[in-house]
């Protein structure tokens, strides 16, 4: 298969796509990131379990994804003892909602600037 020739730098809606993907936050973009914050989107806050089980995300997966996300100002955690047992509660911050707002928004207009077949 023969390598194509690559498009010059304002090659039109296809050029500006992908740079556009290319611009996105890497903190939202992460595969795991972006599932968690996806939860958390339409909810106001969750626990650890309800996280672990609804991403499928192994527990130290799970962690750093939050720690990162926490340390970006995406996640605000709280934690409290109930019935002796140590519960974990996450919520978006206003932050990581804008953050995940725009990018959505970013994503859906770079996709829909390419051209269908």
């Known amino acids: 298969m023969a390598d194509r020739p690559l498009p010059p730098e304002d090659a039109g809606p296809s050029a500006d796509a992908a740079r556009a993907l290319g611009a996105l936050d890497r903190t939202v973009h992460a595969p795991g990131r972006l599932q968690i914050l ?3 989107y339409v909810a106001a806050e969750l626990d650890f379990n309800y996280l672990l089980g609804h991403t ?12 990162r996300l926490e340390q970006e100002g995406y996640v605000a955690v709280h ?3 109930v019935d002796r047992r140590l519960l974990t509660l996450y919520r978006l911050t206003r932050q990581g909602r804008r953050a ?18």
């Not at 995300?57 to 939050?66: A, D, E, I, P, Q």
């Open 56 to 67: 499928g995300l192994t527990r130290g997966n799970l962690s750093s994804h939050m720690a």
């Open 38 to 40: 996806a939860t958390l």
């Open 79 to 81: 934690k409290e003892f």
């Open 100 to 117: 995940f707002s725009d990018y959505r928004r970013q994503v859906i207009a770079a996709l829909e600037a390419l051209p269908d077949d």
